[in-house]
């Protein structure tokens, strides 16, 4: 089994349509987890230096292509900048350290994390003040960023560049300014959450979409709570029409959460380190939703972000946050 599905970018590079996510997974756990999604077919690897799993990632690939069991062109390995280093000065020293430690001698997509820029504390953790909020950089450049990552492509390091958590604006921004223009747009996207003006926006650039918490992240709540927020999130498997679709396919909700982003013409990274449910995630290329199917998802637009960020409480104070959340005006 494997995702023989892409959508092609501009320039005619070509992603996978469906991916493997890796934030929230330790180096034991994404080891074990990419094993089995290798294994299982997939190819787009999505990871970001944040997520601080790149070394084990890099890893498992070198294992992999020294043995012979997948060729480099084959793969597409998409990793970000982090908001504690998306000044202008820091790009090419930043990528420099995630190409290092994913072992590889170039990337397929390179994307600017967050439109926003934070003070990070020596060990690389995010820097708080007195009252424990984020210390948010106002000097936030997208335009003097973006050249700089324009000369990741022109050197060979990447194939494409992009961004995530973008808004129609800031990238309108970078298109009125840019010499290469972004390829792709990386957001939550979900059936609570579609975006559709921004989406629409995209596909008339020719912006692909990749939607990261296609399923809801769960995770998230924990992520959450852990960091003394409570705040109800509801459970996409559990919405009735999801249900209902699903047993008409014979299929999970988690397939037919996947395959309405694939056949509205996005392409979306799932976050597993289960194997048997990253081999179901990919088992979605057997079926198609009725167009009757795909309008009945459309409309359960609720405009809910699950990750809102409240976790950074602070960063909101930053002119180039555009998130609702508890903490905002």
């Known amino acids: 089994m494997a995702c023989n599905k892409f959508l092609t970018f501009y320039n005619g590079e070509k992603m996978p349509v469906l991916g493997i996510g890796t934030w929230q997974a330790s180096d034991e756990e994404i080891e074990t987890a990419l094993e089995a999604a290798l294994e299982a077919g997939y190819r787009h690897i999505d990871t970001a ?37 998306n000044r202008p000065h820091e790009v090419e020293s930043t990528f420099k350290k995630s190409l290092g430690l994913l072992q590889l001698d170039y990337v397929d997509l390179y994307l600017i994390h967050t439109p926003f820029t934070v003070f990070a504390n020596e060990d690389g ?45 800031q990238i309108q921004r970078l298109l009125k300014n840019c010499k290469i223009r972004p390829a792709n747009l990386q957001i939550e996207h979900h059936v609570y959450l579609q975006q559709r003006d921004l989406i629409d926006f995209c596909k008339a650039e020719k912006i692909a979409v990749t939607a990261f918490s296609p399923l809801g992240t769960r995770g998230y709540v924990d992520f959450n709570i852990k960091n003394g927020i409570t705040r109800e999130v509801p459970n996409l498997m559990e919405i009735p029409e999801v249900k209902e679709i699903a047993a008409a396919h014979g299929k999970t909700p988690a397939q037919v959460l996947l395959r309405w982003i694939i056949d509205t013409g996005l392409s979306t990274i799932p976050k597993s380190t289960n ?24 409309a359960l637009d609720r405009n809910f972000r699950i990750c809102d960020l409240a976790i950074f409480r602070g960063v909101e104070r930053h002119p180039e946050f555009t998130f609702k959340n508890q903490y905002t005006n």
């Open 49 to 85: 230096l944040r997520y601080g799993n790149e070394g084990a990632i890099g890893k498992v690939l070198k294992r992999w292509l020294d043995a012979g069991k997948v060729k480099r062109e084959e793969l597409y390995i998409v990793t970000k900048l982090p908001l504690t280093l």
């Open 125 to 169: 953790s995010i820097k708080k003040d007195k009252d424990g909020l984020v210390m948010v950089d106002p000097t936030t450049d997208h335009v003097a960023t973006w050249a700089e990552m324009e000369k990741l492509v022109e050197k060979g390091w990447t194939k494409s560049v992009g961004v995530s958590n973008f808004s129609k604006e």
């Open 275 to 298: 194997p048997a449910r990253l081999r179901q995630n990919l088992d979605i290329f057997d079926f198609e939703l009725t167009k009757e199917e795909v309008n009945r998802l459309l």
